[in-house]
């Protein structure tokens, strides 16, 4: 009973992205979805499992796995613009495809169940970020963190004056625009890590997809917790967490409580294995 216990979240993860991905084949008719989704919840639950197993790359794996997929082969591939700019797109059309099934599932109400880990294991802006030198902040969180609802509101914008302009060929203008936003993304977040000494600067002041996920992360079913009976209050999960969570507070209120992306750096570092 221990054992199935131990891999319950990986479990958890599966069912829900293979019932979205049965779910969706059938009432759409289109085999990609079961595709789709299949793939994502295996690479995920996949990770995972390595994690529980104690292999130390178990989240770059997965990262890589569904960081590459979503970019190369939906993004430039399938010229599916997978940035919230793609997802005004298809909103704005009535088509629910593509992207408006992605942030859907990954990002509005995904988070009731996994939080933020989408940030932790799937995100490929996160994934090239996390191959630079600062995995830890080595500086205090700014309180910049109102950058994101600009860039938000920037994405909603144009894509708005698209519409109402009339504007011929928009389809090719999302893929364009999925090119640009990710060189800018790129740029802007090594740029951030080097100037604030953090990989995860980017997600924690400008990235727009944030403004859906953190509401939701509130209420995350999957959250790291603390026994406190087994905490020496050393405070080595605050230092090493990359989104500066304290895991130490159980409560839903605690600091940075909806920044958690589940990557788990906190208890890989435990010395008494409390969390």
Not at 84 to 106: C, K
Not at 232 to 240: A, E, L, P, T, Y
Request: hydrophobic letters at 50%.
């Amino acid at each position: 009973m221990k054992q199935i216990r131990k891999y319950l979240h990986p479990l958890i993860i599966l069912i829900v992205f293979e019932s979205v991905a049965v779910t969706l084949w059938l009432t759409k008719n289109n085999l990609f979805y079961l595709f789709n989704f299949s793939y994502i919840g295996l690479s995920v639950s996949f990770g995972i499992f390595l994690f529980i197993r104690k292999y130390k790359h178990a989240r770059r794996v997965v990262q890589l796995f569904v960081g590459l997929y979503m970019l190369v082969y939906l993004g430039l591939i399938c010229r599916e613009n997978m940035q919230i700019e793609g997802f005004w797109y298809y909103l704005f059309t009535g088509v629910f495809e593509a992207a408006t099934i992605h942030y859907a599932v990954a990002k509005i109400f995904g988070p009731l169940i996994f939080g933020r880990g989408w940030c932790g294991y799937a995100c490929w802006t996160a994934m090239i970020l996390d191959f630079l030198p600062y995995k830890a902040p080595a500086q205090p969180r700014k309180k910049i963190g109102w950058i994101r609802y600009i860039t938000f509101a920037v994405s909603l914008i144009f894509v708005s004056a698209l519409f109402l302009a009339k504007a011929g060929n928009i389809e090719r203008i999302m893929f364009w625009a999925f090119i640009a936003g990710n060189i800018a993304y790129y740029a802007i977040g090594i740029i951030l890590a080097f100037v604030f000494k953090d990989n995860r600067a980017f997600c924690k002041y400008i990235c727009p997809v944030t403004v859906f996920l953190k509401p939701m992360s509130y209420f995350s079913l999957l959250r790291v917790k603390c026994n406190k009976d087994l905490c020496i209050n050393c405070g080595k999960c605050r230092r090493v967490c990359p989104m500066n969570v304290d895991v130490t507070d159980n409560s839903r209120k605690r600091k940075n409580g909806t920044e958690c992306i589940l990557c788990m750096e906190c208890v890989k570092n435990c010395p008494k294995n409390a969390l």
